[in-house]
Every structure is written in C-alpha cells, then in structure tokens.
C-alpha cells in the first residue's frame, strides 16, 4: 500500500519560515520524481516545487522561487519543501506527490500518488 505521510504545517508570522516533510512508503522510491503542489483557499491546485529521482534537477513556480527549495534523501525516503520568507499569499493546503512516468512535473495529471495535505496559514 502506497502512502505519502506529509508533517511540518502550521501557522507562521509573514517573512518565517516552515519545512514540510512527506515520508513516502509502498513504492521504490528513487523511482518516482516528486513534486509539490498548494491549493490556496477558493482557488484551484497550483505547481510549487519539483525534483527529479536523483535531487540534482529541481524546477519551481515564479511565485516561490528564491524563497523555497525542494529536496530529498533517497536514504529516508523523505522529500522537504523548505518555505523562507513566507508571505499571506503562501497560505495553502501543501500537498505532496510521486511522479512515476515522465509527464510535466508542473501537472497535477503526472501524479500517481498524493500526500493527505497539509495547512500553511501565514499571518500578516
């Protein structure tokens, strides 16, 4: 059984910082790109971070790149989503996810498997 067990939300004062973890089980896990994906409040799952099976290729949104680096530790099967300098916008459920074929990282349709979402609330 394939699972993606994200940790790290919470509430932060703007211009702090978060880490997101997703630890991924059932699967072989340096066989799968991972991405990261937030859907703002009453608005649709957008693109934010991802990483190719190895770390070495790493693609963000315009929005956070600068202020957020993706990454993993194939030893761990574990993939992070550090946020600095968070701003109100930032505030999203954060999920996770395994790409196991070679579509657009940037598309929720390359994703096999979801993480259960986790809530950035970034105050002003």
């Known amino acids: 059984q394939v699972q993606l067990v994200q940790s790290g939300g919470g509430l932060v004062q703007s211009g702090g910082s978060l880490r997101l973890s997703c630890a991924v089980s059932?699967?072989?896990?340096?066989?799968?790109?991972m991405g990261w994906f937030r859907q703002p409040p009453g608005k649709e799952r957008e693109f934010v971070g991802g990483?190719?099976?190895?770390?070495?290729?790493?693609y963000y949104a315009d929005s956070v790149k600068g202020r957020f680096t993706i990454s993993r530790d194939n030893s761990k099967n574990l993939v992070y989503l550090q946020m600095n300098s968070l701003k109100p916008e930032d505030t999203a459920a954060y999920y996770c996810?395994?790409?196991?074929?070679?579509?657009?990282?940037?598309?929720?349709?390359?994703?096999?498997?979801w993480g259960q979402g986790t809530q950035v609330t970034v105050s002003s």
């Open positions: 990483i190719n099976w190895g770390g070495e290729y790493k």
């Open positions: 059932g699967l072989t896990f340096k066989q799968y790109r």
């Open positions: 996810g395994a790409c196991g074929g070679y579509g657009d990282l940037r598309t929720m349709a390359a994703y096999d498997y």
